[in-house]
């Protein structure tokens, strides 16, 4: 007889808790910002995540994650990086951009981002392949300002119209 698999387990968990801390910091921005605002920058931030994605996870396999949810490991891998790509990073530069935070906030949150990914190398949750933890640092930066970015052109655009 074949054992069910919990959804929640040792491996899905710390997705969950990280899934529960960003649905917080987006209820705090619909509570603040203008809808549309949100929906139109989060989901320009989503895109341009996947942009990199789809290279780096999908093609090249700098990465893998293990979540535990779902039974084939390849699908498990794809969901890790929507919680990733298409929630966690989306949401957090959609809140520091619309809530202007400065260069402090933007460090801060990749370097929480690049010690979340140690732990979850540590707690074997995450795998990588030729990626380093470094790129995570860094790159994020790069695009919490390109997310800024994003919405002084939207703004631009809407002001002008």
Do not use: C
């Not at 899934?19 to 989503?46: E, P, T």
């Not at 093609?59 to 490991?73: A, E, T, V």
């Amino acid at each position: 007889m074949r054992k069910k698999k919990k959804l929640f387990n040792k491996n899905s968990t710390p997705f969950l808790i990280l899934a529960i801390i960003h649905v917080v910091m987006f209820l705090i921005l619909l509570k603040r910002k203008n809808h549309k605002d949100v929906w139109i920058l989060l989901l320009s931030n989503i895109g341009f995540a996947y942009l990199f994605e789809y290279p780096t996870l999908n093609l090249f396999h700098g990465y893998r994650y293990k979540p535990s949810i779902m039974k084939k490991r390849v699908f498990d891998t794809i969901l890790g990086g929507i919680f990733s790509q298409a929630f966690y990073v989306p949401i957090t530069a959609t809140f520091l951009t619309l809530l202007n935070k400065n260069w402090k906030w933007k460090i801060n949150f990749s370097i929480f981002y690049y010690s979340i990914e140690k732990l979850f190398i540590r707690l074997n949750i995450y795998k990588i392949n030729w990626w380093k933890p470094i790129y995570t640092l860094v790159l994020l930066n790069v695009y919490f300002y390109i997310s800024d970015g994003f919405y002084k052109a939207l703004s631009t655009k809407k002001d002008g119209q």
